[in-house]
């Protein structure tokens, strides 16, 4: 991402922003696995999409209209003890050359600095309860204001949630955005295609997350963008499984949810194969029918639709499909105003997607479900679970569980589907995996 894109995002917020105020935004931190080792570093999405600057101990402000300076960065000094033995950091220097900051200051001296910054300001925007260093510094920063008033000090006397701005425009992509997720999705797919020929029955669950992230990180993706899902059989009626501890078994559905991060990107892809390379019967009649669902949803994705609309038209075939194979009894129309789908298929079909897998951006304006736009880019993913728990269910549908799930960008005429290159119907699927190993 270059940092014209960056500074181009900080002009439109402070575009947004109103009449003199500022906006305050914190680093995420550096979070403790065990004694001294640490997770590995993973930059708040907002300060990132605000700065590419992917370092700790980072406040970030954005002044509009501030005559030294509109982007203020507070970071860690350059330390050479440190960069020997932690590596590079930017330091203060870097912060100006490298990430644009008008103004670049020790982190140490943010509480002497920022409330000359904030002087005058009738307002500040962010995220108010998020970080509890955050408030702290905004809240001394404030006092420090009132106790010099009769100085002639001018305290804000407005807070205001920086998310409702911020969020709406990271819920739009743009075309740089776009590549990157593409670059995810691509990546995630080879991984996925790889997955399902390096499956075979009698292998562990965690030998083929291991194909997974062994795909991701030849293609220079070290992370993935939440823990991935590789769940056999039974495994897969567990929504969020990723113990992914277990054999798989011959006969058995395999369920994967898994993708790559890019750039501080996320991919978010799921498919369900059989183990050993054929579907069963009751499996096959079961995965078409989510399948059907999936491609509904998708054909619903469209500008002008709301939010709701694809999830409605999973649901319709869904409930439908699920009478007809005799898993629900009644009217298809009854059964959906009673929700009674919801034994089976229990989640909603799908997220916004971007920095973060289950992004930023409202659902609802208002009370409306909101419409799709051009540039939005949200996952479509329905599933049927049928767990062995399901007594009263003829026992060839029980222990299976499988989700169908691909990124969806809103495009001007319809949509795009980022993650299409991998197998998806009965047939992709087993000529694929009965091509071996040669992924
Ligand atoms: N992988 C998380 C989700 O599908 O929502
Ligand atoms: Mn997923
Ligand atoms: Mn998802």
């Not at 906006?23 to 696995?33: H, W």
């Not at 969020?167 to 990157?180: C, G």
């Not at 054999?247 to 978010?268: M, N, T």
Request: charged share 25%; glycine share 8%; aromatic share 8%.
């Amino acid at each position: 991402m270059s940092s014209s894109e960056f500074r181009h995002r900080r002009k439109a917020l402070m575009r947004k922003m109103k009449k003199r105020s500022i906006a305050v935004l914190a680093s995420a931190g550096v979070a403790v696995r065990n004694r001294d080792v640490e997770f590995p570093f993973r930059q708040d999405s907002d300060f990132l999409y605000l700065s590419g600057f992917s370092e700790p101990e980072a406040i970030m402000v954005l002044a509009p209209g501030r005559a030294s300076g509109e982007f203020i960065l507070f970071c860690r000094p350059y330390d050479q003890t440190k960069a020997i033995w932690t590596g590079k950091h930017a330091g203060l220097e870097g912060a100006r050359q490298e990430f644009g900051a008008d103004e670049a200051y020790d982190i140490e001296e943010l509480d002497s600095i920022l409330p000359g910054i904030m002087d005058g300001c009738e307002r500040v925007y962010y995220s108010i309860g998020v970080h509890e260093e955050l408030d702290g510094a905004v809240m001394s920063a404030v006092n420090a204001l009132r106790e010099k008033a009769r100085a002639g000090a001018h305290p804000p006397s407005q807070f205001l949630n920086l998310d409702g701005l911020l969020h709406e425009m990271r819920l739009f992509k743009s075309e740089a955005e776009l590549a990157v997720m593409r670059r995810a999705g691509e990546v995630s797919a080879r991984a996925h295609r790889r997955a399902m020929q390096a499956c075979r029955p009698g292998i562990y669950e965690f030998q083929i997350e291991s194909e997974l992230v062994h795909e991701f990180m030849r293609h220079g993706l070290r992370y993935q963008a939440y823990p991935s899902i590789v769940a056999g059989g039974e495994n897969a009626c567990i929504l969020h499984y990723t113990e992914n501890k277990d054999v798989l078994s011959d006969g058995d559905l395999l369920l994967i949810d898994a993708g790559a991060e890019c750039d501080g990107y996320a991919a978010d892809i799921t498919r369900t194969f059989p183990v050993n390379g054929r579907f069963s019967e009751p499996q096959r009649k079961l995965y078409e029918l989510v399948l059907a669902a999936q491609l509904a949803a998708i054909e619903a994705v469209r500008p002008g639709a709301r939010w709701i609309d694809p999830h409605d038209a999973a649901v319709q075939v869904l409930t439908k499909g699920l009478v007809k194979l005799g898993l629900l009894k009644g009217r298809a129309s009854k059964l959906i105003k009673e929700e009674a789908y919801k034994r089976f298929y229990m989640h909603r079909t799908g997220h916004w997607l971007g920095m973060d897998v289950h992004d930023v951006g409202d659902y609802k304006i208002g009370d409306e479900w909101r419409p799709l736009e051009p540039g939005m880019v949200l996952t479509v993913e329905p599933g049927l679970y049928i767990s062995r728990s399901c007594q009263d269910v003829d026992p060839m549908w029980r222990g299976i569980g499988i989700r169908i799930e691909d990124d969806v960008l809103v495009t001007k005429r319809g949509c795009e589907v980022l993650t299409a290159q991998v197998p998806k119907s009965v047939a992709e699927i087993e000529a694929w995996m009965g091509q071996g190993n040669d992924a």
